[in-house]
Nanobody, 121 residues
Framework: QVQLVESGGGLVQPGGSLRLSCAAS????????MGWYRQAPGKQRELVAG???????NYADSVKGRFTISRDNAENTVYLQMNSLKPEDTAVYYC???????????????WGQGTQVTVSS
């Protein structure tokens, strides 16, 4: 059993900052890529930021220069530092981890339950 536990969401004013955390636990052999997705009402779920096990990152164009993804491999934790937040950043944010379950290298994607981020004055 693998679980991803998210924290750090909440209400913030435009221009403010939040830091999201997501810790993976359970029967984990290894974790490849980790990332953050978000979904607003009436919108498709979109990739916000991703990071490989080696530290290579990619970002959605809408958050470049404002958000930073990082990870602590020893703790199986991924972070999303969100600065200069805008109302359009309001969404449920989901953590994702591509988990290798055993020595054979089979990869399975796990998801957190989501955390609400609301940017409003």
């Amino acid at each position: 059993q693998v679980q991803l536990v998210e924290s750090g969401g909440g209400l913030v004013q435009p221009g403010g900052s939040l830091r999201l955390s997501c810790a993976a636990s359970g029967s984990i052999f290894n974790i490849n890529a980790m990332g953050w997705y978000r979904q607003a009402p009436g919108k498709q779920r979109e990739l916000v930021a991703g990071i490989t096990s080696g530290g290579s990152t990619n970002y959605a164009d809408s958050v470049k220069g404002r958000f930073t993804i990082s990870r602590d491999n020893a703790e199986n934790t991924v972070y999303l530092q969100m600065n200069s937040l805008k109302p359009e950043d309001t969404a449920v944010y989901y953590c994702n981890a591509e988990v290798v379950l055993d020595v054979y290298g089979y990869e399975y994607a796990y998801w957190g339950q989501g955390t609400q981020v609301t940017v409003s004055s």
